[in-house]
């Protein structure tokens, strides 16, 4: 951990986060309060988890803990799910903006990120860093552009940023907002600012409702009064009842794959408008139908005997959805574990520098 800098674009010494720069400062943006949702009940999908009591005890418990800290809170954004648009409702009383690639269950998270959130689950970011070096980096790239992106579409007063998010992804995007607001000038300066304050980000396993204030001034963690027990789930999948976040995606593919072939099997079998004369001719004087020459049955048999096969194929297709294989970690951990090393994360600037501090 000590030591440690990004590996991402380290020569340009910048962050991914560096396009929204200018617009970050024109909105005023000074200090970024990334936090984690709260606690919550399993749900049939991920998506559809809501906060439990406990997690509104602990919104509660840490709204009136750093209520100074969130005075200052004039922008808030959110992965597009339930449980952190609610933790960020009663954590602040403005409307959060949703930012899709702030949730994990995207595109751009490939099997080795699938691989790696199950064999590790809930852990410090910098585990992951040293099991899984590099794989991480597209998710740190995505979540770092979408949050330029929103920030440069977003009308807000000067002020700070609360940014609601997920248990290891948010470490990821925080290590990028420290790198923005590092000194910007490369040099000796900027890497023991980095290297000191990502101290306070790298060891953390990140609670729920707890969160990095990031600033030009540094970085801390905020814990929240009311615990995490994370003995009761080492993973994000022990809230899923019906199954992992990885077969809920591969479910909605499948009912997708399963619906375009019966169309497509539908259309391909359907005999030829020539088998069908307009108008009839009496059906006294209708040719024989032509032979199959390798079977017994007739063309227009062999068609609607396609089309039957078809539709029961499609069928058995969509039958089978709900027991696809379940993928493990196993094949897709790294066989060298590898140090972390100075270049874990691409430090870039986002937003205000430290002449704007304000």
Request: one cysteine or more; hydrophobic letters at 40%; glycine letters at 6%.
């Amino acid at each position: 951990v000590e030591g440690c800098v990004p590996a991402d674009g380290a020569a340009a010494g910048r962050s991914h986060l560096c396009s929204a720069q200018d617009r970050a400062a024109a909105a005023g943006i000074n200090r970024v309060i990334l936090v984690r949702h709260g606690n919550t009940n399993q749900a049939e999908l991920d998506a559809e988890r809501e906060l439990t009591d406990k997690g509104c005890t602990q919104c509660a418990r840490f709204r009136e803990h750093y209520a100074n800290t969130l005075q200052s809170v004039s922008l808030v954004m959110t992965s597009p799910v339930a449980r952190t648009r609610g933790t960020a409702r009663r954590l602040v009383d403005l409307t959060p903006i949703e930012v899709d690639d702030l949730y994990f269950a995207r595109p751009w998270r490939s099997q080795q990120m699938i691989a790696g959130d199950r064999e590790l689950g809930y852990a410090p970011i910098a585990t992951y860093l040293e099991c899984f070096p590099g794989v991480y980096d597209t998710a740190s790239h995505n979540m770092a552009s979408a949050l330029a992106s929103a920030l440069g579409h977003a009308n807000a007063s000067r002020g700070s940023l609360l940014v609601c998010g997920h248990a290891g992804y948010l470490s990821f995007l925080a290590l990028e907002v420290v790198a923005a607001f590092a000194p910007e000038q490369a040099g000796p300066v900027r890497e023991a600012w980095l290297n000191a304050v990502r101290g306070a980000v790298l060891p953390v396993n990140v609670g729920e409702v707890c969160a990095f204030e990031v600033s030009p001034d540094g970085a801390r963690y905020l814990l929240n009064p009311e615990a995490t027990d994370f003995s009761k789930a080492a993973s994000n999948d022990a809230f899923v009842s019906g199954g992992s976040v990885l077969e809920n995606v591969r479910h909605l593919h499948t009912v997708a794959t399963a619906i375009t072939t019966v169309a497509t099997a539908s259309v391909a079998v359907l005999p030829p408008p020539s088998l069908f004369p307009s108008p009839p001719p009496p059906l006294t004087s209708l040719p024989p139908m032509p032979l199959d020459p390798t079977l017994t049955t007739c063309a227009f048999e062999t068609a609607c005997a396609k089309t039957i096969c078809a539709e029961s194929s499609a069928n058995a297709s969509t039958d089978a959805v709900a027991t696809a294989p379940t993928i493990t970690a196993a094949n897709a951990k790294s066989s060298t574990v590898t140090a972390v090393t100075a270049n874990t994360i691409a430090p870039r600037s986002l937003l205000p520098q430290p002449q704007d501090r304000g």
